[in-house]
């Protein structure tokens, strides 16, 4: 199975940073900066997981969100959604139309994220040093 990470954020040192610590781990992460790419990509690239932020040029992640949850190939995609926006409305939202976490990104740190990624899909370096040698 590729685990594969759909990353959609337009902070190019965020995006940067999270693909760098989920490709140590062996996730293929597959990342855009706009709203609009990742909503294609998702469709696209059917990935495992999608780290969704909501601020977006384009198009926003609550309307990313609603297509991905709407269309049947990504429906069981699990999102997490991963933003500075910290209104209660807005969460209740996201979690309502079916995201799986709501994440502020300045009370988690790159580590703590691999962790709510792991809890969803498999890492493969964790994988790989438990299967046992041939």
């Known amino acids: 199975m590729e685990n594969k990470v759909?990353?959609?954020e337009d902070e190019q040192y965020i995006r940067e940073l999270y693909e760098l610590i989920l490709n140590q781990e062996g996730y293929h992460v597959i990342t855009a900066a706009d709203g609009e790419t990742g909503a294609n990509l998702a469709i696209q690239e059917k990935p495992n997981l999608i780290l969704l932020d909501i601020m977006l040029p384009k198009k926003n992640g609550v309307d990313i969100l609603r297509d991905v949850v709407s269309n049947s190939e990504t429906s069981h995609?699990?999102?997490i959604m991963l933003t500075n926006l910290g209104?209660?409305?807005v969460m209740m939202e996201c979690l309502r139309?079916?995201?799986?976490?709501?994440?502020?990104?300045?009370?988690?740190?790159?580590y703590s994220l691999?962790?709510?990624?792991?809890?969803?899909?498999?890492?493969?370096?964790?994988?790989?040093?438990?299967?046992?040698a041939m």
Do not use: H, R, T, W
Not at 97 to 110: R, S, T, V
Not at 114 to 124: G, T
């Open 77 to 79: 995609i699990p999102v």
């Open 87 to 89: 209104q209660e409305s």
């Open 6 to 8: 759909l990353l959609v």
């Open 114 to 132: 691999l962790n709510v990624v792991k809890k969803y899909i498999p890492s493969p370096k964790e994988a790989e040093q438990n299967s046992p």
């Open 97 to 110: 139309l079916g995201a799986k976490e709501y994440i502020i990104k300045l009370q988690i740190d790159p």
